[in-house]
């Protein structure tokens, strides 16, 4: 079993809709959770990071954490052309000083 | 402010030659990372270095050295570089515990 997974997709999403994105993990020890997002050629960017149960909105972005069923969320809402990527989930156990990246997910906003 | 810069942006290299990976980061970050990353592999670690003075060993090792210069630079050395190297390679650096990389632009390297 890996340790972070992710749906490699490609997921399709017609645009003004909702993404939902979703990451499972397997160690229960981890605390950080963090969404990067990586268009093709270039390097990831982080747009969302979470620590707690529950939601976090920044903007269009919600990240979502249910760490008894060790599952992280990302929803992009009023979905847009420009949010055609591929998105990173990543996790860490606090005191491990490296971030562990699940496969990613190919996100097409259909216009 | 540039953050992580990673220097070349492209190389080729033939099998067999040696080649050193630059990165520096002005962000102050203890930590910084080598990366690389393949089609349907995700991004792989190679080596790391949790502060200055150390580093350690990551998930794909083989045939690669590094050195940690000082608190802002972290280069990636293939001593002997083969086809199975060809790929995007990262370097990324973290301030503590509970945050994330900051990436560098990545060198595209193909080995023929």
């Known amino acids: 079993q890996k340790e972070v997974e992710q749906n490699s997709g490609p997921l399709s999403v017609p645009e003004g809709a909702i993404a939902s994105l979703n990451c499972t993990y397997s160690?229960?020890?981890?605390?950080?959770f963090f969404w990067y997002r990586q268009y093709s050629g270039k390097s990831p960017e982080l747009i969302m990071f979470?620590?707690?149960?529950g939601d976090k909105e920044d903007g269009r972005f919600t990240a979502q954490l249910n760490k008894a069923s060790q599952y992280v969320s990302l929803l992009i809402r009023d979905s847009q052309p420009s949010d055609s990527a591929t998105y990173l989930c990543a996790v860490v156990h606090f005191g491990n000083e490296k971030l562990t990246f699940g496969t990613g997910t190919r996100l097409t906003i259909i216009p | 402010n540039a953050g992580v810069t990673q220097t070349p942006k492209f190389q080729v290299l033939k099998t067999g030659q040696s080649m050193t990976l630059q990165c520096a980061q002005d962000?102050?970050?203890?930590?910084m990372y080598w990366y690389r990353q393949d089609p349907g592999m995700g991004l792989r670690l190679i080596y790391y270095?949790?502060?200055?003075?150390?580093?350690d060993k990551g998930e794909v090792p083989n045939g690669y050295n590094v050195s940690r210069l000082n608190k802002r630079e972290f280069s990636l050395r293939l001593e002997s570089a083969a086809p199975s190297q060809t790929s995007v390679y990262f370097c990324a650096s973290r301030t503590g515990e509970s945050y994330g990389y900051t990436f560098g632009s990545g060198t595209r390297l193909t080995v023929v």
């Open positions: 160690d229960r020890g981890s605390q950080s």
């Open positions: 979470i620590y707690s149960n």
């Open positions: 962000m102050n970050h203890n930590s």
């Open positions: 270095s949790a502060s200055e003075g150390t580093t």
